[in-house]
Antibody, heavy 113, light 111 residues
Framework: EVQLVESGGGLVQPGGSLRLSCAASGFTFSSSWMSWVRQAPGKGLEWVANINQDGSGEYYPDSVKGRFTISRDNAKNSLFLQMNSLRAEDTAVYYC??????WGQGTLVTVSS | DIVMTQTPLSLSVTPGQPASISCKSSQSLLHSNGRTSLFWFLQKAGQSPQLLISEVSNRLSGVPDRFSGSGSGTDFTLKISRVEAEDVGIYYCMQNIQLPTFGQGTKLEIK
């Protein structure tokens, strides 16, 4: 069974940093594109980053480019999202996604003073 | 960026009746390889989104056959032939021919 378990969310002040992690199991992690998708409270879905299988390619929308960095450790079946210079509008549930098929349960990030 | 526009944004349907959701993209989603990068998700209350249909019309394993997807190029439709109570939630279309973008979501409720 595919499992994606996010961690690292919490309350952070504007301008602060946070690192999210995703522990993957039940599939061949090193063969999968991985993504982070977020959902602000009561809002729709927004893709925020993805990374190819060996980590050599990372992609971001303009809303987070230069502030967020996606990375992976294939030896540990783990995905990460380093978030810097956080803003109130980054407040959301952040989902770890394998390909487009499998989604974790999400971790809540709240940016507030 | 490719903009995905869904209509309607909300839908109230009597059980057993059909439902239809439209999704239009600002650019063609047809790859040079002949495949079309259009996907449908359902997010039930308090849950993560679940993929229902990939590449326009391919139902995932376990998805009831009352769900069907159609369309081409820039115009796509998700149809539910006979709505059931368990179909309640928010439906999203998504493209990933370029950097992924989602539609705004269509909220389906039961009358």
């Amino acid at each position: 069974e595919v499992q994606l378990v996010e961690s690292g969310g919490g309350l952070v002040q504007p301008g602060g940093s946070l690192r999210l992690s995703c522990a993957a199991s039940g599939f061949t992690f090193s063969s999968s594109w991985m993504s982070w998708v977020r959902q602000a409270p009561g809002k729709g879905l927004e893709w925020v980053a993805n990374i190819n299988q060996d980590g050599s390619g990372e992609y971001y929308p303009d809303s987070v480019k230069g502030r967020f960095t996606i990375s992976r450790d294939n030896a540990k079946n783990s995905l990460f999202l380093q978030m810097n210079s956080l803003r109130a509008e980054d407040t959301a549930v952040y989902y770890c996604v394998s390909g487009i098929t499998h989604w974790g349960q999400g971790t809540l990030v709240t940016v507030s003073s | 960026d490719i903009v995905m526009t869904q209509t309607p944004l909300s839908l109230s349907v009597t059980p057993g009746q059909p439902a239809s959701i439209s999704c239009k993209s600002s650019q063609s989603l047809l790859h040079s390889n002949g495949r079309t990068s259009l996907f449908w998700f359902l997010q039930k209350a308090g849950q993560s989104p679940q993929l229902l249909i990939s590449e326009v019309s391919n139902r995932l394993s376990g998805v009831p056959d009352r769900f069907s997807g159609s369309g081409s190029g820039t115009d796509f439709t998700l149809k539910i032939s006979r709505v059931e109570a368990e179909d309640v939630g928010i439906y999203y279309c998504m493209q990933n021919i370029q950097l992924p973008t989602f539609g705004q979501g269509t909220k389906l409720e039961i009358k």
